[in-house]
């Protein structure tokens, strides 16, 4: 089960730096058409049509794909000045007081965002770009990531601390 819950958290960072190499890709070309455009003076300007909303897409997808993967690997910020005041014993509490809070937080707005999604593709919602995209398709990768978030803070608090000084990611 370990081998399958880190390949799944490896896939989301994964699938969200495809994304972010997918924004840099979309914006340069459109920066190269745009010094086509001024350099050769075309008569018709160039343009990615909707590039603009395909970046904001591809950005929203990658933030939340990337939840999971940062924090099994450590990568979220946490201030442990408070916490390391305490004795060990009293450390473990308080890290399964505050990922008890962060799963029922990430539960909560994983159920939301999946209720989001389905009205949106129920309601068959589009973007008002040049190329209108069906709003679910977006938001269901905000989902699945908030999903993936939620799996691996309940991965973490249900695997056992090793030592007294807990990391929470690993």
């Not at 994964?14 to 979309?26: K, N």
């Not at 060990?88 to 890290?95: E, Q």
């Amino acid at each position: 089960m370990r081998r399958h819950l880190n390949g799944l958290y490896n896939v989301s960072g994964a699938l969200a730096a495809i994304l972010i190499f997918a924004i840099c890709l979309l914006v340069s070309a459109q920066v190269v058409a745009n010094l086509i455009t001024k350099i050769f003076g075309t008569s018709v300007a160039l343009t990615i049509p909707s590039y603009a909303d395909f970046s904001g897409y591809f950005l929203a997808a990658s933030s939340f794909m990337a939840l999971a993967y940062t924090f099994k690997h450590d990568g979220h910020i946490r201030v442990l000045l408070v916490r390391d005041t305490f004795t060990p014993k009293v450390k473990n509490y308080i890290d399964r007081l505050v990922l008890t809070i962060a799963a029922v937080t990430a539960c909560y707005m994983t159920y939301y965002m999946a209720l989001l999604t389905l009205e949106a593709y129920e309601f068959g919602d589009q973007s008002f770009g040049i190329i209108a995209i069906p709003l679910f398709i977006p938001q269901f990768f905000v989902f699945l990531g908030l999903l993936i978030f939620s799996i691996s803070i309940i991965d973490t608090l249900l695997s056992p601390f090793e030592t007294d000084d807990v990391v929470l990611g690993e």
